[in-house]
């Protein structure tokens, strides 16, 4: 008779553990690679981002080259965030023609044609304040008004060349606003993939520092959501579906695993986790400490986004992956 569960039965040779595996390995088409293109007099700027070692402000061309570069090595997706140089307090050069991603968009289209560019769509790193849309005098973000300028944003982005855009900024209804947008100016077949369950999170503070985008006073709270709420993140995702996004983000990455488990199961629609700047440098800086075998705790935090059910993965590691050709 059978006295107890003999687990380590299939757990004793390398073979067999690989054969009952459940997530077998990370792929190439799992992978998204996060670049911030500056807009600089010198093209071919390459400024390190001191809170995220081993990632850079990238001038126009040093943004083709290197993203040429991981292209070569199989990288099949980038999202594209931008700095300009001007910031204003309507976020003009966020939908600007000549604005710096869509520049960005245009040439990388002509040197890597079927690399897959989705750019994120937001203000903050366009506007004066560092919030995600129109303030009003006395400092509240106004969502209606916002609309228009995040719709204008993604049909710029789209028209310059981007093949998918995604919305970040947290407004209520910009899903049905950017679609309408999009369909109206032709661009029926460009995806939205929507930052729906968008945390207000500590975890993003490098990126701030790397897109300078930090709100000059105040914080994100009035439009990103709560740590401590679970339901809410299905509220999100289904108002987002219903007004038209084609796919979802969930955002951060491993501290949110169980909302992205969630998401997975109640949404038919391709789900992605973002392993976010914060969670990239504390890999990073322990790594850079010998406190922790930094390439395995890299592969174990991807293969667990993906074992808790993410289609695919925004990672700043993406680059490290494939240069070490840890994908397959
Ligand atoms: C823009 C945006 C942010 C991130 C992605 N898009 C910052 C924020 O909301 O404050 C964070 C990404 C990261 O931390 O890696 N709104």
Avoid at 87 to 104: P, S, T
Avoid at 137 to 165: F, H, R, Y
Avoid at 186 to 214: C, E, H, M, W
Avoid at 215 to 230: E, F, L
């Amino acid at each position: 008779m059978l006295q107890f569960h003999r687990g380590r039965r299939l757990r004793a040779t390398n073979e067999l553990r690989a054969l009952v595996r459940d997530t077998k390995a990370l792929l190439y088409e799992d992978l998204i690679m996060p670049y911030f293109v500056v807009e600089a007099s010198d093209l071919d700027l390459r400024k390190p981002v001191p809170s995220m070692p081993g990632q850079f402000q990238l001038g126009l061309k040093a943004l083709e080259e290197q993203v040429e570069r991981f292209y070569q090595l199989g990288l099949k997706a980038i999202l594209l965030f931008g700095i300009p140089k001007e910031k204003d307090e309507m976020a003009k050069q966020a939908y600007a023609k000549d604005g710096i991603v869509q520049q960005a968009c245009r040439r990388l289209k002509k040197r890597c044609p079927d690399l897959l560019i989705i750019t994120d769509v937001c203000l903050c790193e366009y506007m004066s304040h560092g919030h995600c849309g129109i303030l009003t005098p006395t400092g509240q973000v106004k969502n209606d008004e916002t609309l228009p300028l995040l719709t204008e944003t993604a049909v710029s982005q789209a028209q310059a060349g981007a093949d998918i855009v995604a919305p970040s900024d947290m407004m209520d209804g910009r899903i049905q606003a950017i679609r309408a947008g999009l369909d109206a100016a032709g661009l029926i077949n460009t995806p939205i993939i929507s930052y729906a369950v968008k945390y207000a999170s500590a975890f993003y503070g490098p990126f701030r520092d790397a897109a300078q985008s930090a709100p000059a006073k105040g914080d994100r709270k009035s439009y990103q959501m709560d740590p401590g709420n679970s339901r809410e993140a299905l509220l999100e995702a289904k108002a987002d579906l219903d007004e038209g996004a084609d796919g979802l983000i969930v955002k951060p990455g491993s501290p949110y695993s169980d909302i992205l488990t969630k998401v997975r199961a109640a949404c038919d629609v391709p789900i992605f986790s973002y392993q976010v700047s914060g969670e990239y440098a504390m890999i990073r800086a322990a790594g850079l400490n010998g406190w922790i075998n930094e390439e395995q705790v890299i592969l174990e935090s991807l293969i667990s986004l993906k074992r808790a059910g993410a289609s695919g993965i925004i990672t700043y590691f993406a680059e490290y992956l494939l240069e070490q050709k840890l994908v397959r």
